[in-house]
């Protein structure tokens, strides 16, 4: 969930290798585990459903105004595998579920969690071949930075996120070479966001020398080629390049630092800036201002240093800090920096704490000549989570978010609150 920052799309050719990084380990992780609910032949499939209820105190984001709501989120979490030869693995991981609204029930909607894949690994010889499809439907407003306003659709900001594509290795003992290619598509969930439907091209390059074991370096590139559906916003094409490192001393300590320079250039498609509105009957119009939107090219420089470090038994910890572009929402480009801490603690027997404290600061219209939004903005989402095994195979959960959002443009600015109780089976 850190790494993912859902929905951004740009420098997305890095964001969406360092993704692929994380979902191939998670995917790892789970293959690791020998639990499952059916189990037939070689084929495993774990089945864990729960029963979430929340209460969110500010449903639309808004500065002032706000409506709460409780809402009942049942999800089913699938994860299977399927060896199909001693080494060709077919890997699937689903969290699918629904979000009721017990008040508003226009915002009701399916929901498919983060990490949803399927997968499958195939080695020929010195080389690994991973098909995955990665996809995601949500509607959650309050954990993208970029969004903000408080109009009554603001809401249903989310929408499906689909990435599918192969990444191959090459495993030459001291040399590592990979080579990936994916194509992504982004469906808003809500009519209001139409302008941001889109679709996105992202293959990577990367060479990696194996000092030793425990340290691998080298040099990564990546490239992003982004058409929107509309002509709103501008499509445009970026690229990115610069050292990497993956260090892991030991089982218990990883440490993966990167930094480059990256290039968004802006073909200038935009030929009206469209902002959709509600009427009360709850139809959307679209209200062209007759100016279109133009953004100079931007050349950034990246960086990010990511750290995961499980201390004893009971107290592991994670960092993530950094510097990145990432599209904007009413604009073409966000620049930020971020800082993505997190801990998690089982010091009391029985007892599991979580919790993360997400920051960033962002620039949204960087570079703009005309039509864009322009603001600097502070968000912070802090989340703690407490859960416990109330019996053999029923684990309760307490959980609370908070998310601050600041901006030096007007009604930008919001507090939300959530608290949540989640009830989870597991065989």
């Known amino acids: 969930m850190l790494l993912a920052a859902g929905l951004a799309r740009a420098q997305e050719g890095l964001r969406n290798s360092m993704a692929g990084d994380a979902a191939a380990a998670a995917m790892h992780q789970q293959q690791a585990s020998q639990d499952y609910t059916v189990k037939s032949g070689d084929f495993r499939l774990l089945v864990v459903p729960s029963l979430e209820m929340d ?42 579920g629904y979000d009721e609204y017990l008040e508003h029930s226009q915002y009701s909607a399916l929901r498919v969690d983060s990490g949803s894949q399927l997968a499958f690994d195939m080695y020929i010889k010195d080389f690994l071949i991973n098909f995955h499809d990665r996809f995601q439907y949500s509607q959650d407003p309050g954990t993208q930075p970029g969004v903000a306003g408080g109009a009554a659709g603001t809401a249903l900001y989310g929408g499906l996120n689909n990435t599918a594509g192969l990444t191959t290795t090459w495993d030459l003992e001291d040399l590592v070479l990979t080579l990936g290619y994916d194509h992504a598509n982004f469906v808003p969930s809500s009519g209001e966001f139409s302008y941001l439907e889109d679709s996105t091209e992202l293959p990577m390059i990367r060479a ?16 992003s080629f982004t058409s929107y559906n509309q002509q709103v916003l501008n499509n445009y094409n970026s ?19 990167r930094a480059g320079y990256v290039i968004n250039q802006f073909q200038h498609t935009s030929e009206s800036y469209a902002i959709n509105h509600q009427l009360n009957s709850g139809l959307p119009i679209v209200l062209p201002t007759g100016e279109s939107i133009q953004t100079a090219d931007l050349g950034s420089w990246y960086a990010d240093l990511t750290i995961s470090h499980q201390v004893t038994d009971a107290v592991k910890y994670g960092l993530s800090v ?23 603690l089982a010091i009391v027997k029985d007892l599991s ?46 959980d609370y978010r908070l998310t601050l959002r600041s901006s030096d443009a007007n009604e930008r600015g919001y507090t939300q609150n959530v608290v949540g109780i989640r009830l989870a089976y597991h065989p």
Do not use: C
């Open 353 to 398: 704490l979580t919790a993360s404290l997400p920051y960033e600061h962002g620039n949204q219209g960087v570079n703009n000549i005309s039509g864009n939004l322009t603001e600097t903005f502070d968000w912070f989402g802090g989340n703690l989570s407490a859960s416990y095994p109330i019996m053999k195979k029923w684990l309760l959960s307490l």
């Open 239 to 257: 690229y990115s390049i610069g050292p990497y490192a993956d260090w892991q001393p030991g089982t218990y300590f990883h440490v993966q630092p």
């Open 55 to 96: 209460w969110d105190d500010n449903i639309t984001i808004s500065a002032s105004g706000q409506q709460q709501d409780f809402i009942l989120r049942p999800l089913v979490q699938f994860t299977g595998t399927y060896p199909i030869t001693q080494n060709n693995t077919l890997n699937l991981s689903a969290g699918i």
């Open 208 to 223: 990696g020398f194996r000092f030793t074991p425990a340290l691998t370096a080298g040099l990564e590139a990546t490239a």
């Open 322 to 344: 950094g510097r990145e572009t990432q599209a904007g929402i009413q604009a073409d480009v966000i620049e930020d920096w971020y800082v993505r801490p997190s801990v998690d």
